[in-house]
């Protein structure tokens, strides 16, 4: 087979789109096997949750690296190359790297149907055992019980969050999502948790008495918000920390930040050196773009992107708007995939809103808009159904001065084509 060029690799990667979802984790469990099992060669830390699973798995991997670390961190989606998706030490994988994957595997990855999710999960472990990393932190893609990513042998397992998300496949009601989400939790490695709500604790709990492992919570007590300042102090027996600003702002991410804390405390009682130096600095100089990304611009409004896309994310996102920006209210560009709560969404929205410009998305997921506004009570906020992102945003731009706020919101897809077509970073 001739050797591939990184497009021709690209390409070949993400047509395997086509091959839809699989839940299950024989195949690829299989072709990790045919590799060598790379996913045993490091230290693994497995993150599951509704929200805030990938912010928390960037502020970890950032604490780690902060004290020298080699670390490998597997994310999805991207928001512009599909390179981001994994990194070693805050570096996405080179396309030389890439590319080799798909010269000496295509042959198997094809023999196998392994499907876009199970690839992926298998090119990041075997690229951080070739990188020589010294631990992972890996994100699921969705769910937990039958997501790729669940062939890991973990040293810690985290959930950080459970709400209504994709319900068609992971169940409709809180019990059932945390099941499939607690299916991380294996034996012999503790399991730590964040804020959830009390039907899914005793799901998660259940699971852990059953495995024989110890359940660790992050208490309240431990966290203490300034959420004015977007900061906080992390107290608890053997670990305190005065002051922690987070990079990432919001007050949703004071609790991602406060879990990373809690997990660095539950890594260092297991024998690995984590300094609060460390601690403090992982977490103030985390990158994780798309997240409350505030942009600010001589002349021209002050831009927020935000990749959150359901009720509980958009919840979280207007509360913190209305703490970083008091009495304001902005324009927004948005767009959604199918299946989302978009009634709730722009209920919310329209509490920090003036206008709408509405645009579909370059995916097959997105939702139609014209049927979408016949369908939603968008609570007398102004709004406009635009053909592309650029005569949505033009016309925005028309409107608007240096003293106004633009929020880009409702999916990565939208806030990634727009870092791409206007070159943020």
């Known amino acids: 087979m001739p050797k591939h060029t990184y497009q021709s690799a690209e ?99 094809t023999k196998r149907k392994l499907s876009f999710f199970e690839l992926c999960a298998a090119m990041a472990f075997e690229y951080f055992a070739r990188s020589k990393v010294d631990i992972a932190v890996i994100e699921t893609g969705l769910g937990g019980r039958l997501d790729a990513t669940n062939v890991l042998s973990p040293t810690l397992t985290l959930t950080t969050s459970i709400s209504l998300d994709h319900v068609e496949i992971l169940g409709k009601t809180i019990p059932k999502i945390a099941k499939e989400k607690a299916g991380i939790i294996k034996s012999d490695c503790p399991h730590l948790i964040g804020f959830l709500p009390d039907k899914a604790v005793h799901i998660i709990k259940e699971k852990c008495k059953k495995q024989k492992i110890r359940l660790y919570k992050l208490k309240k007590s431990e966290t203490i918000i300034n959420r004015d300042r977007f900061s906080f102090k992390f107290k608890s027996k053997l670990l305190q920390i005065e002051k922690i600003t987070p990079a990432l702002v919001g007050t949703y991410q004071l609790q991602n930040a406060a879990l990373a804390v809690k997990a660095s405390e539950i890594l260092r009682t297991q024998g690995i050196r984590i300094s609060k130096k460390s601690i403090k600095d992982g977490i103030e100089q985390a990158n994780w773009p798309g997240r409350f990304q505030i942009k600010r611009y001589k002349n021209k409004p002050t831009h927020i992107f935000d990749v959150s896309h359901n009720v509980k994310g958009v919840e979280s996102f207007v509360e913190s708007f209305q703490m970083k920006f008091p009495n304001k209210k902005a324009y927004v560009l948005t767009g959604f995939v199918k299946r989302k709560e978009h009634q709730k969404i722009f209920n919310l929205l329209s509490k920090i809103s ?72």
Request: proline residues 2%; glycine residues 8%; aromatic residues 12%.
């Open 11 to 109: 390409k070949f990667i993400l047509s395997r789109e086509f091959f839809g979802m699989k839940l299950g984790l024989e195949n690829i469990r299989t072709f990790l096997d045919s590799l060598g099992t790379p996913q045993d060669k490091y230290k693994t830390i497995h993150i599951a949750g509704t929200n805030g699973k990938g912010s928390t798995a960037a502020m970890l991997s950032s604490i780690l690296q902060s004290q020298g670390y080699k670390v490998g961190l597997f994310t999805s989606p991207h928001l512009i190359s599909f390179r981001e998706r994994m990194k070693v030490n805050g570096s996405k994988i080179s396309k030389q790297a890439l590319t080799s994957f798909v010269d000496r595997n295509r042959k198997e990855l």
């Open 354 to 425: 003036f206008y709408y410009a509405l645009v579909p998305l370059s995916t097959k997921r997105s939702t139609d808009v014209s049927e979408m506004i016949k369908q939603i009570d968008f609570k007398s906020v102004l709004l406009k159904r635009f053909a592309k992102i650029e005569s949505g945003y033009n016309a925005i731009l028309k409107m608007t001065n240096s003293t106004d706020i633009i929020i880009v919101i409702g999916s990565h897809y939208l806030v990634g084509e727009f870092f791409e077509k206007y070159k943020i970073r």
